[in-house]
C-alpha cells in the first residue's frame, strides 16, 4: 500500500496566545448567504449528505456514491423562510471564524517545522445552496471541503441540526465538524487527495475502503489541531468529551441505523463511530500528524 502521507510532519509548538472569545470576521471568511442552486460535484460529502445517499443507495440498491456528478441534485428540505443575512447568526459567525484562524495558523506552523508552506483555505458560509468549484450544492450536503478550489462550505443551519438531530450540542463538537474539513485541506495539500482518488480509480472495489481512510486521517489531523488547543488552554472542561460525541455520533453505522434501521458495512464511507472516535482521540493525545497514516493501518 502507497504510503499516503509524505513524510512525518512534526506537531505545532504551543505558543500561540489565542482566547475562545468572540471577535471579528477572519480574513479567510467568505459570507454567501444568498442562495443559489442545488448539486454535487467532486466535493467530499458532509454529514446530510451522506443519510441522503445511504437511503437512496441502500432503496435502490445501487452505490449512488459513484453517480455523483456535477448534474447530482437533492433536495435539502432547508426552510426557505430563514433571513439571508441574520444578525442573530453573528456570534456564531464569527466563532466560526476564530475556529478558521486558529486551525489553520496551528497547521502553519507544523508545516513551518518540516520547511513547507500552508497555504489558506477559505471558508464560505452560505444559506440553503452554492456553487462551489466542486459544483453546485445545497445544505443538505452538511460542511464539505471543495479541493478544486480550496473552500470549505458550511451553512450555519447544520449546527442546529447538529445539536437537535445528532444530540452532538456545544462549541467543540461545532469545532470539530470545521478541523475536519480543514483536515482534507491538508490532505490536499500534502497530495494524499490525489493519491487516493487515483487509488480509487485502480482499484473500484476499494473505492469505500480508502474513503473510509480518507476521512478517518481528516478526523486525525482534527485531534492534532485539538491537541493544540489544549497545550495552549483554549479549551474548557469538557470540550474533548462533545468533540468525541460529535465524532460518535456521525459514524456510518450510527447514520445509517437512523436513516433505514439498518447497517451495511459494505457501503460505509466515513467510517464506524467507534473508529472515528478511535482517530480523533489519536491525533488528540499525541498531537502528531504522523500518527495519521490510516492507509497504513491494516485495520483503521
Request: glycine share 12%; aromatic share 10%.
Amino acid at each position: 500500500m502507497t504510503n499516503f502521507l509524505p513524510e512525518p510532519l512534526a506537531p505545532a509548538a504551543s505558543n500561540l496566545s489565542m482566547r475562545w472569545t468572540p471577535g471579528g470576521r477572519s480574513d479567510d471568511l467568505e459570507d454567501q448567504r444568498g442562495g443559489g442552486g442545488g448539486g454535487f460535484g467532486g466535493l467530499h460529502l458532509g454529514i446530510g449528505g451522506v443519510i441522503v445517499v445511504f437511503v437512496l443507495s441502500l432503496i435502490f440498491k445501487r452505490d449512488f456514491f459513484q453517480l455523483l456528478g456535477p448534474s447530482a441534485d437533492v433536495n435539502s428540505g432547508t426552510q426557505q423562510s430563514r433571513q439571508v443575512n441574520d444578525p442573530k447568526e453573528e456570534p456564531l459567525l464569527q466563532f466560526v471564524s476564530f475556529v478558521t484562524d486558529d486551525v489553520q495558523k496551528t497547521w502553519t506552523g507544523i508545516f513551518a517545522q518540516q520547511n513547507k508552506n500552508y497555504t489558506h483555505a477559505r471558508i464560505v458560509v452560505f444559506r440553503d445552496s452554492v456553487n462551489s468549484g466542486c459544483g453546485m450544492a445545497q445544505s443538505a450536503t452538511g460542511p464539505f471541503y471543495c479541493p478544486e478550489d480550496q473552500k470549505v462550505y458550511i451553512d450555519l443551519g447544520f449546527y442546529q441540526e447538529l445539536k437537535d438531530r445528532f444530540g452532538a450540542p456545544g462549541d467543540f463538537a461545532q469545532a470539530y465538524v470545521l478541523a475536519h474539513e480543514f483536515g482534507h485541506h491538508v490532505q490536499n495539500l500534502l497530495g494524499i487527495d490525489q493519491q487516493m482518488r487515483q487509488a480509487q480509480q485502480g482499484n473500484p472495489g476499494q473505492r469505500n475502503a480508502l474513503s473510509v481512510k480518507m476521512e478517518l486521517q481528516a478526523d486525525c489531523f482534527a485531534g492534532v489541531w485539538g491537541h493544540s488547543a489544549q497545550q495552549r488552554n483554549v479549551l474548557e472542561p469538557g470540550d474533548v468529551e462533545e468533540a468525541l460525541a460529535a465524532a460518535s455520533a456521525i459514524g456510518d453505522d450510527r447514520l445509517q441505523k437512523m436513516g433505514t434501521g439498518h447497517v451495511q458495512p459494505d457501503s460505509f464511507t466515513h467510517g464506524t463511530s467507534a473508529q472515528r472516535v478511535s482517530w480523533f482521540r489519536r491525533g488528540f493525545d499525541s498531537g502528531d500528524p504522523a500518527q495519521c497514516n490510516t492507509f497504513a493501518a491494516a485495520q483503521p
